[in-house]
Nanobody
Framework: QVQLVEFGGGLVQAGDSLRLSCAASVRTFSNYNMGWFRQAPGKEREFVASIIRSGSSTNYADSVKGRSTISRDNAKNSVFLQMNSLKPEDTAVYYC?????????????????WGQGTQVTVSS
């Protein structure tokens, strides 16, 4: 069983930066690929970024590519999402997720465990 808790959401202005953190309660964090997803009001949950077990490979959604960086610290059972140049359309609840799949995935179905989410609101 994996428990995930997200931190770092809040209200920011367009152009600001924000760093989201996710802490995992699990024996071997490095066994899991990790991902960030987001869900805006009235929309489906969508992929944002993912990182492989070792941290050596990452994927990003086109909407955040070049503005966001996903990273992880396996010694601290944590994964991070640094978001820069935030836009109002980045407003959403952001979820951390863990996957036992071998390959990195942008599909929600590949992720086995989810956090409760943290709200990010970007004002114009």
């Amino acid at each position: 069983q994996v428990q995930l808790v997200e931190f770092g959401g809040g209200l920011v202005q367009a152009g600001d930066s924000l760093r989201l953190s996710c802490a995992a309660s699990v024996r071997t964090f490095s066994n899991y690929n990790m991902g960030w997803f987001r869900q805006a009001p009235g929309k489906e949950r969508e992929f944002v970024a993912s990182i492989i077990r070792s941290g050596s490979s990452t994927n990003y959604a086109d909407s955040v590519k070049g503005r966001s960086t996903i990273s992880r610290d396996n010694a601290k059972n944590s994964v991070f999402l640094q978001m820069n140049s935030l836009k109002p359309e980045d407003t959403a609840v952001y979820y951390c997720a863990a996957s036992t799949s071998y390959y990195l995935s942008f599909s929600r179905s590949a992720y086995d465990y989810w956090g409760q989410g943290t709200q990010v609101t970007v004002s114009s």
